[in-house]
């Protein structure tokens, strides 16, 4: 089985798709591959389906949902020359359904889809991006741009963009988007620190575009601004990270990115462009990767 949530929902079988075309069912089972391997609760199956207004049949709906996806992975496990008729065609149907029983397993009070380990992009993500942030903690800052750079690859989109998101779905998705987000920023600080601040440089100009009110990647912008040579430049993106911060929100950059543009400002001397952000905050340009 393949099961992508990383962009447009994909769940693949040996001989097809296992993605519903319904709503809700699809609701369940990308819930149940967010979280493969460990049961997902009734309770949280139907608050996912239908908040808090729940009617009276939503057990028995959600058992009609179940028996669905059931139905789909024992299509997805049939050869499409698996034709009626054949001697050994009840007994291969019998055992298509035990399969699909032990794919998606009843627990009691829950729900568990068990696959393999890997076969879901969530997994993969995760387990890229962690060994990637090791790397970074022990300043392998080429390892830790490869590494995270594979895990960000895996992304074909917003997770879940063809799947309607309920309460439960939505904070799963956010999480998903957050680790996203840190992976993306701890990628290009490597990349800053290994010099590559002109290769950078265009993927910086979009993101901040993309997400005008976040302060790491417009600091991680000027300072890439800052190391290849365009000074003017890097302090403009600071006066327009203000103006919008005061538009949108009321409020001044944070005191680390004002001592990172004061620093540019004054040429101070100590500007380091290619270490890393210290322990504690510091007039130079390590604040900002």
Known sequence: MQIKLL?????????????????????????????????????????????????RSAPTTLQTYILKLRRLLEQALTPRDDLPGNPADGRAARLRHVQAKEVL????????????????????????????????A??????????????????????????????????????????????????????????R???????????????????????????????SGRVWQALQTYQRLCTTLGAELGIEPSARVRRLYESMLAADASLDVGMPAGPEPRATLRSAV
């Not at 390892?143 to 690859?153: D, V």
């Open 7 to 55: 962009g447009p929902f994909i769940a693949q079988e040996q001989y097809g798709s296992i993605v519903p075309s319904a709503a809700k069912p699809r609701q369940i089972l990308a819930l149940l591959a967010l979280r493969a391997r460990g049961v997902v609760t009734a309770a949280t199956l139907m608050e996912e389906l239908w908040g808090d207004q729940a009617p």
């Open 197 to 227: 601040h002109c290769q950078v440089l265009s993927e910086l100009a979009v993101l901040s575009a993309q997400h005008p009110l976040h302060e790491g990647l417009h600091a991680q912008f000027m300072a890439a601004q800052y190391a």
């Open 138 to 195: 022990a300043a392998d800052f080429a390892a830790a741009s490869t590494l995270l750079g594979q895990a960000l690859a895996l992304w074909r989109g917003p997770a879940l963009v063809d799947v309607k998101a309920g309460l439960v779905l939505e904070i799963e998705v956010l999480r998903l988007e957050e680790a996203r987000m840190t992976a993306l920023e701890s990628r290009i600080a490597a990349d800053l620190r290994l010099g």
């Open 105 to 136: 397993v009843t627990r009691h009070g829950g729900y568990l889809l068990d696959v393999e380990p890997g076969v879901i992009d969530t997994q993969e993500f995760e387990r890229l991006q962690g060994l990637g942030q090791a790397a970074f």
